[in-house]
């Protein structure tokens, strides 16, 4: 039997697919309650966008009792995907973090029931104003996608989280404000971004809201604001908005956003930003009954016939309603609502019968062109059910229906069928398959931008017939195992390029003229591979071998091949190294290499960045050789040390309380470490009589709020929410003879050239006159700041606390901050 409404299939389940993934290891939603709660919901036509800048600034209370309580569909724009923050859990930055957030976003959704969009826009760090931000993200592009979310979306009501203006601190947060207000307006003209409407129709919100808040030292909360009360409890979901709020804030780990539950009154309060004034409701004025679609007087009745009727204990009984239910919406064509409505029906029916469905492989990753086999298990496990398989094929892949005739689906039988498919498409995250720049993402597919993940993944399409009739669902494929302590894992299948390599540095550093030895790790991703690789270089640089073979012959086989890099005399900042992989088949291409992102909250990540290096020539004398390393939320400033031969040395609690401290030259803290170590307060006395004793100690930067201890240095000072955000501001030497700037390289404003990101962030206030403050910068039209450096003398050693972004710099290759770095370990000279 052919495989109908292939076309709307794609279309209207495709939301079902991007969020398969996240909800792959979440705990089901199909128990009786929530399919309750999801029947009731058929009944409420209205949509709310919630918009603002970063994972994480959502308002996960509001957005659980838009969707939850009012019914409303309910979405989260996020701008960006947070790349350019900090990270509490592990040492993922740039890119990485992006996507470690794009999936803590998505598995917050799932908790709240909200759905997750973002634009085109990268979070390239702090910004102080909403002028900065738009230089740098271009204005009009980042509208464009705002738009085009809108369009798509259609949201009677659009809420912003921050005012345009200095009340929202952050320039990203002025400007998600300042576009949503220009979205609200430029989404219903149809001479604004008119090739859109090649795919979509202007829309018009009724009103768009600021969504004011008292949080910190920031109350925009005023008498006589329209407001509403979150206070109920929800019997379906067995919580308060309070209690799911926190549910799902707590996804956002990387950010250290763990929350607890509140009950009781809770009240969210609005300022009108556009259109008309709500009086009784966030909806007044707005139609959320079936009233707004026409001829859907039927489809009405048996919405109120199957929620009267529904059965908790016996959830299979309103299948034949619901299947009447969806003939009757599949009358009412493309209207927005009819088809909103019949994804949320087929699920419903789905879930009803109690059809379980997966499709799994063996392998959990396969080389792109390579054949794979599917496994497709299916059960129905609700009696009395008239069910059978009439159609199978890949989703995405091209390939012809499986079966030779329908397969009946009888109760409690498990069947599993095979279909063999041929991959055609690395399964990259679509915002980072081409380069982009600081600002955005580059995205040429008009029909992705928005979507959280990638649209291609490997997918079956099957085609049910569900007590007669012919119902279309599309299901992603995985790689399910079980794990001795997790017990069954479902991760997405991988596709990879034929052959990988991986470097285990960001950036490649040569001291002086000296050649460096690097290790090029390659894996084979199917069996039989054969390359020449040959790498990419700037002018003046060489590799040794210049070019050479690459034969593996089993899948998953891995090799490592020693080179060696000369520099040149001189050395360009930007300069990069990449590989040309030739095959046998004459295929030419740039190697990528293959990361894993792993944590028990999320779906385990695979992507596939260009296999590349920052070539750094940096001219650094050391004085310092033994380092010890204390972690704090995690950062990769010891592989870096290591990089210019350095001997670092992870410490344990044990090792600061009863080892000899006194071997190491000079021992490091790891970024936030006041912030996230319970014990630091219990090791600081013991790092304080180690520098008292004649070492050097450096701590990098820490946060205000949640300090373990509130004193972390010898003598006083506090941290501050400064900051220098813009990476070129000039720096001033205050104290120029300084050991920390002369000794054992002299440090000179060339050294702060090539610096990404920001200068520092957390700069100390209210320092003691114990401490040096060598360094004075500020981001322009605002006043002079030394607090990113203060160097003390403690009994015989020297004590360093730093906010200078170290944890950027180092890893990226920038050579004046690996020598200013060196400086900060030297002992000091009496």
Same mark, same amino acid.
């Given at each position: 039997?052919?495989?109908?409404?292939?076309?709307?299939?794609?279309?209207?389940?495709?939301?079902?697919?991007?969020?398969?993934?996240?909800?792959?290891?979440?705990?089901?939603?199909?128990?009786?309650?929530?399919?309750?709660?999801?029947?009731?919901?058929?009944?409420?036509?209205?949509?709310?966008?919630?918009?603002?800048?970063?994972?994480?600034?959502?308002?996960?209370?509001?957005?659980?009792?838009?969707?939850?309580?009012?019914?409303?569909?309910?979405?989260?724009?996020?701008?960006?995907?947070?790349?350019?923050?900090?990270?509490?859990?592990?040492?993922?930055?740039?890119?990485?973090?992006?996507?470690?957030?794009?999936?803590?976003?998505?598995?917050?959704?799932?908790?709240?029931?909200?759905?997750?969009?973002?634009?085109?826009?990268?979070?390239?760090?702090?910004?102080?104003?909403?002028?900065?931000?738009?230089?740098?993200?271009?204005?009009?592009?980042?509208?464009?996608?705002?738009?085009?979310?809108?369009?798509?979306?259609?949201?009677?009501?659009?809420?912003?989280?921050?005012?345009?203006?200095?009340?929202?601190?952050?320039?990203?947060?002025?400007?998600?404000?300042?576009?949503?207000?220009?979205?609200?307006?430029?989404?219903?003209?149809?001479?604004?971004?008119?090739?859109?409407?090649?795919?979509?129709?202007?829309?018009?919100?009724?009103?768009?809201?600021?969504?004011?808040?008292?949080?910190?030292?920031?109350?925009?909360?005023?008498?006589?604001?329209?407001?509403?009360?979150?206070?109920?409890?929800?019997?379906?979901?067995?919580?308060?908005?309070?209690?799911?709020?926190?549910?799902?804030?707590?996804?956002?780990?990387?950010?250290?956003?763990?929350?607890?539950?509140?009950?009781?009154?809770?009240?969210?309060?609005?300022?009108?930003?556009?259109?008309?004034?709500?009086?009784?409701?966030?909806?007044?004025?707005?139609?959320?009954?079936?009233?707004?679609?026409?001829?859907?007087?039927?489809?009405?009745?048996?919405?109120?016939?199957?929620?009267?009727?529904?059965?908790?204990?016996?959830?299979?009984?309103?299948?034949?309603?619901?299947?009447?239910?969806?003939?009757?919406?599949?009358?009412?064509?493309?209207?927005?609502?009819?088809?909103?409505?019949?994804?949320?029906?087929?699920?419903?029916?789905?879930?009803?019968?109690?059809?379980?469905?997966?499709?799994?492989?063996?392998?959990?990753?396969?080389?792109?062109?390579?054949?794979?086999?599917?496994?497709?298990?299916?059960?129905?496990?609700?009696?009395?059910?008239?069910?059978?398989?009439?159609?199978?094929?890949?989703?995405?892949?091209?390939?012809?229906?499986?079966?030779?005739?329908?397969?009946?689906?009888?109760?409690?039988?498990?069947?599993?069928?095979?279909?063999?498919?041929?991959?055609?498409?690395?399964?990259?995250?679509?915002?980072?398959?081409?380069?982009?720049?600081?600002?955005?993402?580059?995205?040429?597919?008009?029909?992705?931008?928005?979507?959280?993940?990638?649209?291609?993944?490997?997918?079956?399409?099957?085609?049910?017939?569900?007590?007669?009739?012919?119902?279309?669902?599309?299901?992603?494929?995985?790689?399910?195992?079980?794990?001795?302590?997790?017990?069954?894992?479902?991760?997405?299948?991988?596709?990879?390029?034929?052959?990988?390599?991986?470097?285990?540095?960001?950036?490649?550093?040569?001291?002086?003229?000296?050649?460096?030895?690097?290790?090029?790790?390659?894996?084979?991703?199917?069996?039989?591979?054969?390359?020449?690789?040959?790498?990419?270089?700037?002018?003046?640089?060489?590799?040794?071998?210049?070019?050479?073979?690459?034969?593996?012959?089993?899948?998953?086989?891995?090799?490592?091949?020693?080179?060696?890099?000369?520099?040149?005399?001189?050395?360009?900042?930007?300069?990069?190294?990449?590989?040309?992989?030739?095959?046998?088949?004459?295929?030419?291409?740039?190697?990528?290499?293959?990361?894993?992102?792993?944590?028990?909250?999320?779906?385990?990540?695979?992507?596939?960045?260009?296999?590349?290096?920052?070539?750094?020539?940096?001219?650094?004398?050391?004085?310092?050789?033994?380092?010890?390393?204390?972690?704090?939320?995690?950062?990769?400033?010891?592989?870096?040390?290591?990089?210019?031969?350095?001997?670092?040395?992870?410490?344990?609690?044990?090792?600061?309380?009863?080892?000899?401290?006194?071997?190491?030259?000079?021992?490091?803290?790891?970024?936030?470490?006041?912030?996230?170590?319970?014990? &630091?307060?219990? @090791?600081?006395?013991?790092?304080? +009589?180690?520098? !008292? $004793?004649? %070492?050097? =100690?450096?701590?990098?930067?820490?946060?205000?709020?949640?300090?373990?201890?509130?004193?972390?240095?010898?003598?006083?000072?506090?941290?501050?929410?400064?900051?220098?955000?813009?990476?070129?501001?000039?720096?001033?030497?205050?104290?120029?003879?300084?050991?920390?700037?002369?000794?054992?390289?002299?440090?000179?404003?060339?050294?702060?050239?090539?610096?990404?990101?920001?200068?520092?962030?957390?700069?100390?206030?209210?320092?003691?006159?114990?401490? &040096?403050?060598? @360094?004075?910068?500020?981001?322009? +039209?605002?006043? !002079? $700041?030394? %607090?990113? =450096?203060?160097?003390?003398?403690?009994?015989?050693?020297?004590?360093?606390?730093?906010?200078?972004?170290?944890?950027?710099?180092?890893?990226?290759?920038?050579?004046?901050?690996?020598?200013?770095?060196?400086?900060?370990?030297?002992?000091?000279?009496?």
């Amino acid at each position: 039997m052919p495989l109908i409404r292939l076309k709307s299939l794609l279309i209207v389940t495709l939301f079902h697919l991007t969020f398969g993934y996240a909800a792959a290891q979440s705990a089901s939603n199909k128990n009786a309650a929530t399919i309750k709660l999801r029947l009731q919901k058929l009944n409420t036509l209205g949509s709310v966008l919630y918009f603002a800048a970063h994972p994480d600034d959502e308002n996960t209370r509001l957005i659980a009792w838009l969707a939850n309580e009012k019914y409303y569909r309910t979405g989260y724009l996020s701008l960006t995907r947070g790349d350019g923050g900090q990270n509490l859990i592990g040492t993922e930055q740039a890119e990485e973090l992006g996507l470690l957030r794009t999936q803590e976003l998505l598995a917050a959704r799932q908790d709240d029931g909200g759905e997750q969009f973002f634009s085109t826009a990268n979070d390239f760090g702090f910004s102080k104003t909403y002028a900065e931000t738009f230089k740098i993200w271009n204005k009009e592009k980042i509208l464009a996608d705002a738009v085009w979310v809108i369009r798509n979306f259609k949201p009677d009501v659009i809420i912003t989280r921050f005012p345009g203006d200095p009340r929202a601190g952050h320039g990203h947060h002025q400007a998600s404000s300042i576009l949503a207000l220009e979205a609200f307006k430029a989404a219903a003209d149809p001479n604004r971004f008119p090739e859109q409407l090649a795919y979509v129709k202007p829309w018009q919100a009724e009103r768009i809201l600021w969504n004011t808040f008292n949080f910190g030292s920031a109350n925009t909360i005023e008498e006589g604001q329209f407001h509403v009360d979150l206070s109920q409890y929800n019997p379906f979901l067995g919580k308060t908005y309070g209690e799911l709020a926190a549910i799902s804030r707590t996804n956002h780990k990387s950010q250290g956003f763990g929350s607890t539950s509140q009950r009781g009154i809770m009240k969210e309060y609005f300022e009108l930003l556009g259109g008309s004034s709500p009086r009784k409701s966030l909806f007044d004025g707005i139609d959320t009954t079936w009233s707004r679609v026409p001829k859907a007087q039927s489809v009405q009745k048996l919405i109120q016939q199957v929620n009267q009727e529904f059965d908790l204990a016996h959830p299979q009984y309103s299948v034949k309603t619901l299947v009447k239910l969806l003939s009757e919406l599949e009358k009412l064509g493309d209207n927005y609502w009819a088809q909103q409505k019949i994804k949320e029906v087929k699920r419903l029916i789905l879930d009803c019968a109690n059809i379980w469905i997966s499709c799994q492989t063996d392998e959990p990753k396969y080389a792109n062109g390579e054949t794979i086999q599917v496994n497709t298990h299916i059960i129905v496990q609700a009696p009395h059910i008239t069910a059978s398989l009439t159609d199978l094929r890949a989703g995405h892949y091209a390939g012809q229906n499986t079966l030779t005739s329908a397969q009946p689906l009888t109760y409690n039988q498990a069947k599993t069928l095979k279909t063999t498919i041929k991959t055609t498409d690395l399964t990259q995250p679509y915002w980072l398959s081409a380069f982009h720049s600081l600002g955005s993402f580059q995205v040429k597919n008009q029909k992705l931008i928005g979507m959280p993940i990638t649209d291609n993944l490997p997918s079956m399409l099957l085609q049910l017939s569900i007590e007669g009739k012919i119902i279309d669902y599309r299901f992603p494929i995985i790689y399910a195992y079980n794990d001795p302590v997790k017990g069954e894992v479902n991760n997405p299948l991988i596709v990879a390029p034929r052959l990988t390599i991986n470097l285990d540095q960001k950036a490649i550093i040569v001291n002086g003229n000296q050649p460096k030895q690097v290790e090029l790790s390659f894996t084979a991703n199917t069996d039989q591979v054969k390359a020449w690789v040959h790498p990419v270089l700037p002018k003046g640089w060489r590799m040794e071998p210049a070019s050479f073979e690459v034969a593996l012959q089993q899948k998953d086989d891995e090799w490592t091949k020693q080179v060696t890099i000369y520099p040149p005399a001189q050395a360009s900042l930007n300069d990069s190294i990449y590989f040309n992989l030739v095959y046998p088949d004459s295929l030419k291409e740039l190697a990528k290499a293959i990361h894993y992102i792993k944590y028990d909250h999320i779906p385990q990540i695979a992507w596939f960045p260009t296999t590349a290096a920052r070539l750094s020539k940096i001219e650094t004398g050391t004085a310092a050789k033994r380092i010890g390393y204390l972690p704090g939320a995690g950062d990769l400033i010891p592989q870096s040390l290591r990089e210019i031969g350095l001997q670092v040395d992870l410490l344990s609690e044990n090792d600061i309380m009863h080892q000899d401290l006194s071997v190491y030259d000079a021992i490091i803290t790891g970024i936030r470490i006041y912030n996230v170590n319970d014990r &630091i307060r219990y @090791l600081q006395p013991k790092l304080l +009589d180690y520098v !008292k $004793n004649g %070492g050097t =100690l450096v701590e990098q930067y820490n946060v205000n709020g949640g300090l373990k201890t509130p004193s972390i240095g010898p003598y006083p000072f506090q941290i501050t929410r400064d900051r220098v955000t813009d990476e070129q501001a000039k720096v001033t030497f205050t104290h120029p003879q300084h050991q920390v700037l002369t000794y054992p390289n002299a440090i000179s404003s060339k050294d702060f050239d090539g610096w990404i990101q920001e200068r520092g962030l957390y700069f100390a206030g209210n320092v003691d006159a114990h401490y &040096i403050q060598p @360094l004075s910068m500020h981001d322009p +039209d605002e006043a !002079k $700041n030394s %607090g990113s =450096l203060l160097v003390a003398t403690y009994g015989k050693g020297k004590y360093v606390y730093t906010s200078l972004a170290f944890f950027r710099e180092l890893p990226a290759g920038v050579p004046g901050a690996y020598r200013l770095f060196v400086n900060l370990l030297a002992k000091e000279n009496k």
